[in-house]
């Protein structure tokens, strides 16, 4: 069964670094999204992504986080200068349609620790 | 204000029993999507069951179903034959329209052998 793939599992790195989360989303799939979970929290929208740009954003995704779909079947999240609060596990989703009955089938998330 | 709501942060329930997991949700649209999706301690999320705002029968999927009343805006997950690999955290999500998904803060499950 096509799943999500996301790389690294994890990652650590200073504060002020950039880092870039990978994603491959499911082949067929032409929406991506980004999604937060802080420890112990719930899970949060960053963005999604169709037709090769911004769909719909929250106010979480500020000017530090941009979104790129690099080639055919990639989709990376890059935070720049990264802040502690940045810490968190970050999932990558994709779905075949944008309606409100697509289902969003997540990847296995990168868990990320500013230190 | 909160669009989803899961009133349990926690749930325990006896090995071979069912469960019923709360979620209720807020919203004015007419179309929207209820999603539930299961983390466990590995920390994936793994899509469970859906049900969609027009759908006049409740979602079933194997052991999961979903008691949808619109009118009451809920829709509460029912695990049954409960198994150890049920332990895990339950989220419960909303997509209204186009939108972003909504995620209720999750209940977590444990089943007692």
């Known amino acids: 069964e096509p799943e999500v793939t996301q790389t690294p599992s994890h990652q650590v790195t200073q504060m002020g670094q950039e880092v870039i989360l990978r994603c491959v989303p499911i082949s067929n799939h032409l929406y991506f999204y980004w999604y937060r979970q802080i420890l112990g929290q719930k899970v949060e929208f960053l963005v999604s992504?169709?037709?090769?740009?911004?769909?719909?954003k929250s106010e979480i995704f500020d000017d530090q986080f941009s979104v790129e779909r690099p080639d055919g079947s990639n989709f990376t999240l890059k935070i720049r200068s990264t802040k502690l609060e940045d810490s968190a596990m970050y999932f990558c989703?994709?779905?075949?349609?944008?309606?409100?009955?697509?289902?969003?089938?997540f990847g296995p998330g990168t868990r990320l620790l500013v230190l | 204000a909160q669009k989803i709501t899961q009133t349990q942060p926690g749930m325990f329930v006896q090995e071979k029993e069912a469960v019923t997991l709360d979620c209720t949700y807020d919203?004015?649209?007419?179309?929207?999507?209820l999603f539930w999706y299961k983390q466990p301690s590995s920390g994936e999320m793994i899509f469970l069951i859906y049900?969609?705002?027009?759908?006049?029968q409740n979602a079933t999927e194997g052991r999961y179903s979903l008691n949808f009343q619109k009118a009451r805006k809920s829709a509460n997950l029912v695990i049954s034959a409960s198994q150890l690999g049920d332990s895990a955290m339950y989220f419960c999500a909303m997509r209204e329209g186009d939108n972003d998904m909504r995620f209720g803060a999750g209940t977590r499950l444990t089943v007692k052998p």
């Open positions: 992504f169709y037709n090769n740009e911004i769909s719909e």
């Open positions: 049900q969609g705002s027009y759908d006049e």
């Open positions: 919203t004015s649209d007419q179309s929207y999507g």
């Open positions: 989703a994709s779905s075949e349609g944008g309606g409100a009955s697509e289902t969003q089938y």
